[in-house]
């Protein structure tokens, strides 16, 4: 049990300093210096795409603890999702249609080696389109009635790309006729 507490510590420890980079990266402007290539939009038939050079952080991220004027905080999400917002806030720059609403919100993961699909933060990127403008003024079903995520295996370019189309019914359409043949 003890040597479970040092590792633990540590890890806190390890935590607390990755916090101080971050903030030191933010304080200089860096925080988003790394991604600004490769980083936009296009409109193509009338499918917003958005390309992000990283992938956003798998659901572990919540457990994540820091202490902070002597209390142990969860902070790390915060950070995280204010990074991701002002990424897509920054490659949506020049955007200039109208709320998609409804839509369909479709994601893929280009990541170095194989990992489980569903582990990845999708809300951070749905509500940073939110926030943005794209989507519409809630992220809920009835404006976003369809989030899919896809992961692929890209070792030597990882990113995210992201597809925002109106809602139009398109999976009932493809899966009734589908399910009628039973």
Known sequence: ????????????????????????????NLFLEDINLNLGHEVIRGVLKIIIPEYP??????????LVNGSLNSIAYQKTRN?????????????????IDPTIVYMVFYV???CDTDNFIGKLIVDGL????????????????????EARIDKENPRTEIFVVQYENQIEKTLIPFLEEE
């Open 1 to 28: 049990m003890n040597r479970f507490i040092k590792l633990q510590n540590r890890l806190v420890e390890a935590q607390i300093e990755l916090s101080k980079i971050i903030e030191e990266m933010e304080k200089a």
């Open 57 to 66: 952080p798998k659901i572990s991220l919540y457990y994540r603890n820091e």
């Open 83 to 99: 990074r991701w917002y002002s990424i897509i806030h920054k490659a949506l720059e020049g955007y200039e249609g109208e709320r």
């Open 112 to 114: 170095p080696r194989i």
């Open 130 to 149: 939110m926030y943005a403008g794209v989507i519409g003024k809630d992220d809920n079903l009835e404006h976003v009635p369809v989030v899919i995520q």
